[in-house]
């Protein structure tokens, strides 16, 4: 285990508490980090289903409430529930697939019955996670944060080229490189406050960039109304077992993801691997966490990637910061008005962050990896884990004849990588 004080691109660690002046400021620039993929799934639902713009707007509101309420849950580490380490939570963009066929076919309340059931299974799998210690090693939890992040790249550089409709714009361009450009010169300040802000302080450069460049669309924020509250059990709830099995499937692979998310925390803020209660409790909390959102109209939730690149790359892992970023997530979902101003942050500026943010995730689990010992064997698993899951994650066509809901797992990336390195990891024999 390294000493955290000798650690110097270290500013405050796990336990510290910055004051108010500082930890508002850094936890806006988490809240900034997540917000647009916090509001993906509902907006993606609401154009596949043609609801309104008010049913829109609600559906946001409870996306980010729960968010909140949540990262709070993850935060605190109350009786095993928790991990108690700086990790925001958030609507997962992994069930995308799933939640969208569900609701095609079924309608919301299927996904938000099967969300509820699929929470209470995680919550069942992190309790009895002592006992499947022999699967989750730091072997698999480097490969899986490795990646994570590797797979995340590429959405980053999507957003900073300009998205799917205006993809190489050079508008799009220059605006993620002046962001990416701000970021390195703050990160590089020998000042800990610049350093430790240098991701809000890219994003705002990029949006003052985006409104003289009259790209940014006001209207949202003055049809916002200044309070509302998500009400909860706004639909009725179906159970149906496709919808289920679908999402027990889909609650599996994100279970091993926060795992991979908490092991990328304590290596970066410690350097230690995670602890079996931070990983037990850290799961607890996502299968809580998702059965709570589906009560309050939100989609499952999990532990936020971009967030983890934030806390690495700023040298803040102060879990008192992210407490606060999970109120002012809960603040903004009673003020529509406030949202809609981070609502409407142009692609390319999220995008130049975005590169940072997971670019040192995929670092994070290769720290994680250097400190196993790299025979022949362990090669052979970091290999064909990472090569299957980021080719079948790039060439999503090669899986094209198979059975939908195992092509929406094939292709997400972290599920193969993991399930190919637990199975290599337990089938072939150690070297000793």
């Known amino acids: 285990m390294k000493d955290k004080a000798n650690r110097i691109d270290i500013i405050y660690g796990i336990e510290d508490k910055p004051g108010l002046l500082k930890g508002i400021p850094i936890a806006f620039q988490h809240v900034l980090a997540m917000f647009a993929a916090n509001i993906t799934v509902p907006i993606l639902l609401s154009s ?29 580490k109350y009786k095993g529930i928790g991990s108690g380490l700086p990790i925001v939570m958030g609507t997962s963009n992994a069930f995308i697939p799933t939640i969208l066929v569900i609701a095609s076919n079924f309608g919301i309340g299927a996904v938000l019955g099967a969300s509820f059931i699929g929470g209470l299974f995680e919550v069942v799998l992190g309790k009895n996670l002592l006992r499947l210690k022999k699967i989750f090693t730091p072997l698999i939890a480097g490969i899986v944060v490795l ?63 985006s409104f003289f460049l009259g790209i940014i669309d006001l209207s949202p924020i003055l049809e916002s109304s200044w309070v ?67 009560i309050f109209n939100a989609f499952p939730n999990t532990s936020y990637t971009q967030n ?33 101003l981070i609502a409407i942050m142009p692609e390319p500026v999220l995008g130049g962050a975005s590169i940072a943010m997971f670019s040192m995730v995929a670092v994070s689990g290769l720290s994680l990896l250097k400190d196993i010992n790299l025979d022949s064997r362990n090669i052979l698993i970091i290999a064909l884990s990472i090569g299957l899951g980021v080719g079948l994650n790039l060439v999503p066509e090669a899986t094209q004849q198979l059975p939908r809901d195992l092509r929406f797992f094939l292709t997400s990336g972290v599920g193969p990588a993991a399930l190919i390195a637990i199975i290599l990891n337990l089938l072939i024999p150690e070297n000793k």
């Open 308 to 340: 983890i690149g934030v806390v690495n790359l700023t040298g803040v892992f102060s879990r008192y910061s992210v407490k606060i970023g999970g109120i002012i997530l809960v603040t903004l979902a009673i003020l529509p008005k406030f949202g809609a």
């Open 48 to 76: 596949i289903l043609a609801l309104s713009a008010s049913e829109t707007t609600f559906l946001i509101q409870c996306a980010l409430l729960t968010a909140g309420i949540t990262t709070l849950i993850q935060v605190t």
């Open 147 to 209: 990646t994570i992040g590797i797979t995340l790249i590429p959405v980053g550089i999507r957003q900073a080229a300009g998205g799917k409709t205006d993809m190489g714009n050079l508008t799009s361009l220059f605006i993620s490189t002046m962001v990416l450009l701000t970021i390195i010169l703050f990160n590089q300040s020998k000042k800990k406050l610049f350093k430790s802000l240098s991701i809000l302080m890219g994003l705002i450069v990029g949006y003052t960039i």
């Open 228 to 294: 509302s509250f998500p009400t909860p059990l706004q639909y009725k709830w179906s159970f149906q077992p496709a919808a289920i099995i679908a999402m027990l499937f889909m609650y599996i692979a994100t279970a091993i993801e926060t795992i991979g998310d908490i092991s990328a925390v304590t290596i970066g803020a410690e350097g230690r691997a995670a602890t079996e209660q931070e990983m037990s409790g850290g799961v607890i909390a996502d299968g809580l966490g998702s059965s709570i959102s589906a």
